[in-house]
T-cell receptor, first 113, second 114 residues
Framework: AQSVAQPEDQVNVAEGNPLTVKCTYSVSGNPYPFWYVQYPNRGLQFLLKYITGDNLVKGSYGFEAEFNKSQTSFHLKKPSALVSDSALYFCAVRDTGNTPLVFGKGTRLSVIA | KAGVTQTPRYLIKTRGQQVTLSCSPISGHRSVSWYQQTPGQGLQFLFE???????NKGNFPGRFSGRQFSNSRSEMNVSTLELGDSALYLCASSLTSGGGETQYFGPGTRLLVL
């Protein structure tokens, strides 16, 4: 069965600094990793995903993620953080075949002005 | 295009009652998945429906059930509610099922069991 690990419960970063939110996964087949963001009292919003091709994936709101197959990682990055980026970030992965999307525990990002 | 809608948004029930939650997917989407979100357990997969057929089921007791209609709308039902069922229930829709298909989430139904 697939699994996702987000090793940091909380990440703090100063506004304007680069940010990284870490994610590693475990699948038995080909991985399909995703990032979602959740703002207070809201559902999840899709940020980006990796299917195939360039290992650096660009998504919404200036976020990008680097897919590393050998390290089974899909870290979320942004060159310059904004206070409005403060939210709960979820990494998720689906394995090949008829499998559900499995989520990590989430990482709370706090961007300080 | 309208997003995923869920009704009701908030619900208060007492132990032993049952509840039905509704989800309308994005127009044209044929797959609907349900998740339970709690502070302790995070996001847990409940079940997935595609073209009215259940394709996957998570590790939840039989009190949790769902169905999908021919117009792709979905309902989930929880019978004999327990205090631990208090959670945010999220519905997500996608064009098809599996692989790199993106799921789009609704705002959720917050259920409080007293």
């Amino acid at each position: 069965a697939q699994s996702v690990a987000q090793p940091e419960d909380q990440v703090n970063v100063a506004e304007g600094n680069p940010l990284t939110v870490k994610c590693t996964y475990s699948v038995s087949g080909n991985p399909y990793p995703f990032w979602y963001v959740q703002y207070p009292n809201r559902g999840l919003q899709f940020l980006l995903k990796y299917i195939t091709g360039d290992n650096l994936v660009k998504g919404s709101y200036g976020f990008e993620a680097e897919f590393n197959k050998s390290q089974t990682s899909f870290h979320l990055k942004k060159p310059s953080a904004l206070v409005s980026d403060s939210a709960l970030y979820f990494c998720a992965v689906r394995d090949t075949g008829n499998t559900p999307l499995v989520f990590g525990k989430g990482t709370r990002l706090s961007v300080i002005a | 295009k309208a997003g995923v809608t869920q009704t009701p948004r908030y619900l208060i029930k007492t132990r032993g009652q049952q509840v039905t939650l509704s989800c309308s997917p994005i127009s044209g989407h044929r797959s609907v998945s349900w998740y339970q979100q709690t502070p302790g357990q995070g996001l847990q997969f409940l079940f997935e429906y595609f073209s009215e057929t259940q394709r996957n089921k998570g590790n939840f007791p039989g009190r949790f059930s769902g169905r999908q209609f021919s117009n792709s709308r979905s309902e989930m039902n929880v019978s004999t509610l327990e205090l631990g069922d208090s959670a945010l229930y999220l519905c997500a829709s996608s064009l098809t099922s599996g692989g790199g298909e993106t799921q789009y989430f609704g705002p959720g139904t917050r259920l409080l069991v007293l």
